[in-house]
Structures are given as structure tokens and as C-alpha cells.
């Protein structure tokens, strides 16, 4: 089969990955599926694992093959896997658990102690085909289609669990600020607006991505560029700050934002990342405000993500690119030239 591989790292988008023939998997264990992609969306995730930038978090044996947003049909199983069928669709959790750990006991799945993440760690999903268990695999409602939804299965499941984290604790008429109304940050926006009662500012430097913002649900739209961002927060909020802060982006300059712009007690959820977080403590002590973090999600949170699809609540604005395209994909995504997701269709 073809598969996108990483055999060295390199800042070269252009010629990150080659196109390999290597042989389709087969169920290693008796909870093992096999999945034909149909489709693996592009994330810039997979732009910082060819820069190598995640191998002093994990380990990763090269040559690897990417994509760990994947969806298709499964077309071969073990033999004690009872809950899906050769023949069911399905979406792909990103990662591969035990079951047994006291993580995944607990439903952590992304802290399992034996965890695998295919396109991180093992082999992913541009390619043909994918090897993953039963545990990862949810089938997926009639008229879904693998291709629109493959991105929810990192993306979308990100900022669902950051977002169900701040719906916790927003009341109605509460203010929340959305950074960033990209690929994460558009469906971030939506699953806000869908489980909440909140008032709803987004920050975007395009303007294309402000107008988007309306369109799915902001109540405000602010341009860092032209606007002191704390400034129109404080007017917007009668100067009480915003109590939850859903940061896409994850700069420097958007981690700064916080002291700033989170009401007393508040949190900024940190969800992009790349940046730092460079605060004196007297700033967190004196607003009482929190820095949380956001690692993928459950399991059970992709399912109820699948539920707000098939009813509607969220899309995908997408772009769809051939397996072959997948350096291109790389570098347009590099210069910020991909509105939404990008998704592969192997052949």
C-alpha cells in the first residue's frame, strides 16, 4: 500500500514526507482493526513532528508514517473484537489504549500508562490502510461522511474538551473569549455557541476568520492588530474581564493576554501551542485566575462531538488533497494558507 513516511526531520516542508510502498497492516492482537482511510486530516501537529519537535515527549521510531485524524471503513478485525464489524464506518480515536491502567479506568484515556498514538508514535493514517483497536474505533450515525468528519477526530475532539471544561463553570449571559478562529478554533466557536449561554468574543488577525466568527455564532469579533484587545474586552464586559478564555493559537502574545482580559477566578485555557507563558506569580495571585491546559480528549467526549455533528450543531469547513499532494499540504499550512481543516483521501 502507499503510505506519507518521515525519515528524517527537517524545518523543509517541501519535502517532509515521501511517499512509500510498505505492506498493508494486519490485526497483531486479538482487539486489533484494520480501517481503510478514506479520510486523515492534515494538522499542524503534523508539521512539528517533522520539525522533531515532539521527541523530547515522546519516542518515535523513523521511517513513521503520519496522520493521526483518521476515518474509513473497517475491513478486517481480531478475533475477539465484538463491538464493530468489517463493513461498519467509522471515526478513529487518536490514540490506542490498555483498558486495564488505573488511567483508563478512570477514562483517561490520553494518560493511559501503555498508550500508543498512531501518527505519533506508530504508524498513522496517511496511508491506504491503518492498524488500530477496537477500544479507538466509533461507528460512525447513516450519512456521515468519513471524509468531512476525519478532522473531529484530534481537532475537533480538542476543542470540545477544552470547551465542555469552560461550559462547566459559564453561566448564561457570562462572558467567554474564543483566540483564534482557525482549524481548532472555527470548531471551538460553534461547540461554545451550542453549549452554552454565553456571550461570545473572537480575536483573529484575518479578517476573513472575524466574518467566519459571525457567521457561527460570535456575539463580538476583535482585530489584535488595530485594537488594544484589553481595552475592548474591559468595555465589552463592564470592565469584569471575561471568565473563560479559549486560547487556539497559544503565543506569547496571546498566553500574555490573561492577566488582562480573565475575570477574577477565570481560566485561559491553553489549546494552540508553541508560545510560553511569561508571568510573574503576583499576576495569578492577584486575579486568582488559572492557566489549564488541554491534551486531545476522551473517548466519550468524540462521541458526544459525533452527536452535535449528526445534529448539526458543528461543521467542518474543509479542503481535500490527494495522498500524493501531501508536501504541499505541509507547506500551505506553514504560510497560513488553509482556511479550516485540510483532509487526505488516499487512494
Known sequence: MEAARLHAYTDDMENGLSIDEIDR???EQSDHVVVEVQGAGWCQTDNHIIEGLWTDYVEQTLPMTLGHENAGEIVEVGDEVKTVS???TVICHPVMTCGQCRQC????DMYCENVQFPGLTTDGGFAE???TSERS?????DGVDPVEIAPHADAGITAYHAVKKATRVLNPGDHAVVIGVGGLGHIGLQCL???SAAEITALDVKEEARDLADSLGAHH???PTTEDVATVIGDITDGAGAEQVIDFVGRDETTAYAPDIVAPGGDHHIVGYGGHIHEPSQSLVNGEFSYRGTLVGRYTELQELVTLVERGDVSLRTSRYDLGDINTVAEKLEHGEIEGRAVITPP
Open 137 to 141: 474505533v466509533i461507528p460512525l450515525p
Open 193 to 195: 455557541d451550542a453549549m
Open 129 to 131: 490502510y491503518l492498524l
Open 221 to 223: 469579533t476583535v482585530d
Open 86 to 88: 468489517v463493513g461498519d
Open 25 to 27: 497492516p494486519e490485526p
Open 105 to 108: 479506568r478512570l477514562g483517561e
